[in-house]
């Protein structure tokens, strides 16, 4: 158990709805990042948020927005969803968000939009 | 434009035998790397890293190879054993094409150990 937890673990939805995915970070790790992960693809880095600021950009798109609440938790929001927007969404954290750390990751969102 | 490779998708290894996971990169900016192991529904787990001024680090049946003029970076698992079999994530971490630092990941390798 890395101590970040993803809810939910399933996501199944329409093309053009929108969905929020949510992450608890571990105890004490200030950082949290999102990440996609497609059919045959690596981990695409989407975006990084350092105690509630956005620390780091990636290749997220504009319909997808994030953000970090006071209490450290983040949620993804995903919107105008398409079929290629199928995936396994990840989320870590880290203690400082310096990118040497190692990140522990949750167990995922699988997101399918049909 | 990917900028951690992982050229093979697939590997079988004989259980006790050497196992050998290859990684390439093109960004000279990187100058930590990290190796993560996934199960089927879990998250990638930390296995190891090796920063760019050393050429190896080890951790127990754990080695880490780097050859920075090659630009490619190996996962040596001796010996290997069942539960090994996972699909592992090389990842790298500089200055990215964003002007940011952040992780990069490359499209893994599953590793399957046959008893």
């Known amino acids: 158990d890395s101590g970040v937890t993803q809810t939910p673990k399933h996501l199944i939805t329409a093309t053009g709805q929108r969905v929020t995915l949510r992450c608890s970070p571990r105890?004490?790790?200030?950082?949290v990042y999102w990440y996609q992960q497609s059919l045959d693809q690596g981990l695409q880095f989407l975006i990084q948020?350092?105690?509630?600021?956005?620390?780091a950009k990636g290749n997220i798109l504009e319909r997808f927005s994030a953000q970090q609440f006071p209490d450290l938790h983040s949620e993804l929001n995903l919107s105008s969803l398409e079929l290629g927007d199928s995936a396994l969404y990840f989320c870590?954290?880290?203690?400082?968000?310096?990118?040497?750390?190692?990140?522990?990751f949750g167990s995922g969102t699988q997101l399918s939009v049909l | 434009d990917q900028q951690v490779k992982q050229n093979s998708p697939s590997l079988s290894v004989q259980e006790g035998r050497i196992s050998i996971l290859n990684c390439d990169y093109t960004?000279?900016?990187?100058?930590?790397f990290l190796w993560y192991k996934k199960y089927p529904a879990e998250g990638p787990t930390f296995l190891i890293s090796?920063?760019?001024?050393?050429d190896k680090n080890e951790d127990g049946r754990f080695t880490v190879f780097l050859n920075k003029s090659a630009k490619h970076l190996s996962l040596h698992i001796v010996p290997s054993q069942p539960g090994d079999s996972a699909v592992y994530f090389c990842?790298?971490?500089?200055?990215?094409?964003?002007?940011?630092?952040?992780?990069?990941f490359g499209t893994g390798t599953r590793l399957t150990i046959i008893p």
């Open positions: 870590a954290s880290s203690e400082r968000g310096t990118a040497n750390e190692k990140l522990f």
């Open positions: 105890s004490g790790d200030l950082s």
């Open positions: 948020y350092y105690n509630g600021e956005e620390r």
């Open positions: 960004n000279s900016m990187f100058d930590y």
């Open positions: 090796i920063s760019s001024i050393k």
């Open positions: 990842a790298a971490s500089g200055i990215s094409n964003f002007g940011n630092e952040k992780l990069t």
